[in-house]
T-cell receptor, first 113, second 113 residues
Framework: DGGITQSPKYLFRKEGQNVTLSCEQN?????MYWYRQDPGQGLRLIYY???????QKGDIAEGYSVSREKKESFPLTVTSAQKNPTAFYLC????????????FGDGTRLSIL | QQQVKQSPQSLIVQKGGISIINCAYE??????FPWYQQFPGKGPALLIA?????SEKKEGRFTISFNKSAKQFSLHIMDSQPGDSATYFC????????????FGQGTELSVKP
C-alpha cells in the first residue's frame, strides 16, 4: 500500500539532545512537508521541500533542521536550540509544487524527559 | 493576510443533525481549499476540497460551500453520525507558494447518539 511512514510513534528527548524524526513516502511525490501540532491549535509549517536537495523554511523553522537527499525521505531533526519541542509532529507529501492534496503520516509524538 | 480563521472551536450535534463549520480568509491569491478530518493519535486525512471556480462541492454526506466575494467557505456534514466525531481543519494554499497549506485552528466535533 502506498503511503507515508513516520517513525518512531513516540520519542523522548533529554535536555541538550538532538533527535531525528523519520519520514518516508512511497507515493512518488515530489513535495514533502513537516508540520507541528500543539493541543487545540492548527498545524504550523516547519520546513518543506519541493525537490531533492532543496528545502525552504516554513513559519516556525527555528530550532529545527531537515535534509532531502532522496525523493522518498525527509527527516526532521529537533535540535537542542528548540526550547519547547513537546508536540505532535506530522509529515506530509503532495504530488507537485502547486496546490495539490497533501497526504499525511500518522505522526510522531515528542516529549521531554 | 496568510491567516485562515475557523469557527466554532468546538461543536456538539445530535445524531442525524447537520454539522456546520466555517472558515474565512484574507488572501485572494488562495486557489485551493481542502478540509481535513483528524482522529486522536492519527494524521489528518483529506475529506473534500474545492477550488474557487466552483461554489459548491458535494461528496456523500459532506458538502463544501464557497463564497468567493465574502472570502468564506464552510463544511456541512449531513446526517451526522457518532463516527464523525473528530477534529476538522480547513486549510488554504496559494499555487505560487509551493503548495504550502495554511491551516485553521480546528473544530472538535462531537456527535451525540
Amino acid at each position: 500500500d502506498g503511503g507515508i511512514t513516520q517513525s518512531p510513534k513516540y520519542l523522548f528527548r533529554k535536555e541538550g539532545q538532538n533527535v531525528t524524526l523519520s519520514c518516508e513516502q512511497n507515493l512518488n511525490h515530489d513535495a514533502m512537508y513537516w508540520y507541528r501540532q500543539d493541543p487545540g491549535q492548527g498545524l504550523r509549517l516547519i520546513y518543506y521541500s519541493q525537490i531533492v536537495n532543496d528545502f525552504q523554511k516554513g513559519d516556525i523553522a527555528e530550532g529545527y533542521s531537515v535534509s532531502r537527499e532522496k525523493k522518498e525521505s525527509f527527516p526532521l531533526t529537533v535540535t537542542s536550540a528548540q526550547k519547547n519541542p513537546t508536540a505532535f509532529y506530522l509529515c506530509a507529501s503532495s504530488q507537485s509544487r502547486v496546490s495539490q492534496p497533501q497526504h499525511f503520516g500518522d505522526g510522531t509524538r515528542l516529549s521531554i524527559l | 493576510q496568510q491567516q485562515v480563521k475557523q469557527s466554532p472551536q468546538s461543536l456538539i450535534v445530535q445524531k442525524g443533525g447537520i454539522s456546520i463549520i466555517n472558515c474565512a480568509y484574507e488572501n485572494t491569491a488562495f486557489d485551493y481549499f481542502p478540509w481535513y478530518q483528524q482522529f486522536p493519535g492519527k494524521g489528518p486525512a483529506l475529506l473534500i476540497a474545492i477550488r474557487p471556480d466552483v461554489s459548491e462541492k458535494k461528496e456523500g454526506r459532506f458538502t463544501i460551500s464557497f463564497n468567493k466575494s465574502a472570502k468564506q467557505f464552510s463544511l456541512h456534514i449531513m446526517d451526522s453520525q457518532p463516527g464523525d466525531s473528530a477534529t476538522y481543519f480547513c486549510a488554504a494554499s496559494e499555487g505560487g507558494q509551493g503548495g504550502k497549506l495554511i491551516f485553521g485552528q480546528g473544530t472538535e466535533l462531537s456527535v451525540k447518539p
